[in-house]
């Protein structure tokens, strides 16, 4: 074969191993379900976790701690404004796509995360220069396009995510400033036409300890339903640490505040990270993780209870916090049976 026809088979087999490369790593490749899975226990209402899709692609262990342990899903980021429309218009829902699949070939309910949030905002919108009428338009298009996507597969969105600032004013992001408050109600309403059998939460971070953010949080959730806005739950996020958590006293007093509303409340992000000396923060992180799912199992209308991740070596917080339900070799710990204890058979 003359050096010519060498170069050339040489160069088309490089190029043909890389579009294989490329195609084995293509955004919403499904993930494959590991064989022989234990099923979850049974418990007396979903029990959630927050997924990361690059640790269900990279991680086997993860994979199978999350199917044998949790009954609901809540994608981590998929599901946000960045990853879903990263360009005006250009809309990318592989990722969410394959982790929806998953969750629906192995019996789990899927949570949104999240339509509405000042945080993980592409740069086109919160680095625009927008009139009300231009954002609006922009909001709108996205809640819609975003739920129709989702429709019938997601039971429940965290439609707007953390309005608040901790003093308990709403949070200056984009939003606020070109809307004002009345992009909450316009997002709400936009799910709701979108998908009417969707449940819909506003979600929010530390409104579950006393003090102005979670009076401001039982007002702005009041003020919705007075104004016949179809929200229909709020999340509390919990994202807390062994050493102070809410006590189950605060957690049922804020949990009732809400369902007094006529509203369902879950429990969203649950995580502890461990402090102090290990052995006793192990057990502290199991009190921690059980007193949660005590007061919720103790309110009806406490539809669920979320962690927010499932190892620590994918944790938000890096596998040093330790705190989720499994070690970072994903190794169950002492919480995750305290848990299940608490929150009860189903
Ligand atoms: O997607 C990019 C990737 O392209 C890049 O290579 C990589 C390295 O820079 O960053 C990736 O983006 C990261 C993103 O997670 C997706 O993995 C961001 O840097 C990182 O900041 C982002 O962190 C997420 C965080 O929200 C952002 O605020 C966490 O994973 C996620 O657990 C956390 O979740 C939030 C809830 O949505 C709302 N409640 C609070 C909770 C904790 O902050």
């Not at 102070?244 to 879950?266: F, K």
Request: include cysteine; glycine fraction near 8%; charge should be positive.
């Amino acid at each position: 074969m003359s050096r010519r026809a060498v170069t050339v088979f040489l160069l088309l087999l490089i190029a043909v191993l890389i579009g294989v490369g490329l195609w084995l790593r293509r955004p919403g490749r499904p993930i494959p379900i590991p064989s022989h899975l234990r099923h979850p226990a049974a418990l007396a209402r979903p029990f959630g976790a927050a997924v990361s899709i690059p640790a269900a692609r990279a991680d086997s262990t993860y994979l199978r701690d999350y199917l044998e342990t949790f009954t609901s899903m809540t994608p981590e980021n998929a599901m946000k404004w960045d990853a879903v429309q990263p360009d005006r218009d250009s809309w990318e829902f592989g990722e969410a796509d394959a982790l929806v699949t998953l969750a629906r070939k192995t019996g789990k309910r899927v949570r949104g995360h999240t339509l509405v949030w000042g945080t993980q905002l592409p740069a086109w919108v919160a680095g625009g220069h927008w009139t009300p009428a231009q954002l609006r338009a922009v909001l709108v298009d996205h809640v819609r396009t975003e739920v129709a996507h989702f429709r019938g597969k997601v039971e429940s969105w965290d439609v707007v995510n953390e309005p608040l600032a901790n003093d308990g004013r709403l949070a200056g992001d984009v939003f606020l400033r070109v809307l004002g408050p009345s992009y909450i109600d316009l997002a709400f309403r936009t799910a709701h036409a979108a998908d009417p059998h969707a449940r819909l939460f506003l979600n929010e971070l530390a409104g579950e300890l006393p003090g102005p953010k979670q009076d401001a949080l039982v007002a702005l959730v009041a003020g919705l339903r007075r104004r016949g806005v179809p929200i229909d739950g709020v999340g509390l996020e919990d994202h807390t640490e062994s050493t102070h958590y809410p006590r189950p006293a605060q957690l049922l007093t804020i949990l009732r505040r809400l369902t007094s509303l006529g509203l369902d409340v879950e429990i969203t992000e649950l995580d502890v990270a461990l402090r102090g000396p290990p052995r006793l923060a192990l057990e502290h992180q199991a009190e921690a993780y059980a007193a949660t799912a005590r007061a919720c199992a103790a309110v009806p209308r406490c539809t669920g209870l979320t962690v927010w991740g499932v190892t620590d070596r994918w944790s938000w917080l890096g596998a040093q916090a330790q705190a989720d339900l499994f070690d970072a070799r994903g190794r169950p710990k002492p919480a995750l049976a305290a848990l299940r204890r608490a929150f009860g058979r189903g």
